[in-house]
């Protein structure tokens, strides 16, 4: 079946610090792809995603390429905040007529002044 | 606009209660969802919704049940509660047909099973 798989966490980066988490994914097909950001206490919303092999979602300085040879979705950012400490979930869409999302274990992201 | 409402926000149980979890929204939307997120693990679907009528079961169903007699409505309900359900429990929601779009997230319902 359809799977997600993301680094393992906790992730601690200093302020400033270049970001990368790495998310592969198994489907059937090219599913659409996303990145959803969980701040403490809250539900999930939605951070960047992307629908086409070589489409680059953006949001909030935060980039991920749908790389369709390495069956890959990585997050990146050129320099983190304290804001940005939060747990980040990579996610596909499963099944047209449903439209289910399959997340990935979910990265803890901790960032130090 | 109040998006997707859960209640209760935290609900402590004792094994074997019973109690349903609400979810409502008032965006219209067609779909509707409930995951439950157990520690250092993703989101996993328990039941879903396509529209007013109409439920199924996701990966993890045993031990729920659902109903959606209206759109805006899409209760979960636990009958025999166990240790197994502790966990965090989200409703979510979509509208449109296509599959790139966004799921709206209420913040949650914490639940302890002792």
């Known amino acids: 079946g359809n799977s997600v798989t993301q680094m393992e966490g906790p992730v601690t980066l200093s302020e400033e610090a270049f970001l990368t988490i790495n998310c592969t994914y198994t489907a059937t097909g090219y599913p659409s792809l996303f990145w959803y950001v969980q701040y403490p206490g809250e539900g999930l919303q939605l951070l960047l995603k992307a629908t086409k092999a070589d489409d680059k979602g953006s949001n909030k300085g935060f980039e991920a390429t749908y790389r369709k040879e390495t069956t890959s979705f990585h997050l990146e950012k050129g320099s983190v905040q304290v804001s940005d400490s939060a747990v980040y979930f990579c996610?596909?869409?499963?099944?047209?007529?449903?439209?289910?999302?399959?997340f990935g274990q979910g990265t803890r992201l901790t960032i130090n002044p | 606009n109040a998006g997707v409402t859960q209640t209760p926000k935290f609900r402590i149980l004792k094994i074997g209660q019973s109690m349903t979890l609400q979810c409502t929204q008032d965006?219209?939307?067609?779909?509707m969802y409930w995951y439950r997120q157990d520690p250092g693990m993703g989101l996993k679907l328990i039941y879903y919704s396509v529209g007013a009528g109409i439920t199924d079961k996701g990966e993890v169903p045993n031990g729920y049940n659902v109903s959606r007699s209206t759109t805006e409505d899409f209760p979960l309900r636990l009958e025999l509660a166990a240790p197994s359900q502790t966990s965090v429990y989200f409703c979510?929601?979509?509208?449109?047909?296509?599959?790139?779009?966004?799921?709206?997230f209420g913040s949650g319902t914490q639940l302890s099973v002792l």
């Open positions: 996610a596909l869409v499963e099944d047209q007529g449903a439209q289910k999302l399959v």
């Open positions: 979510a929601s979509k509208g449109g047909f296509a599959t790139n779009e966004k799921l709206f």
């Open positions: 965006m219209n939307h067609n779909y």
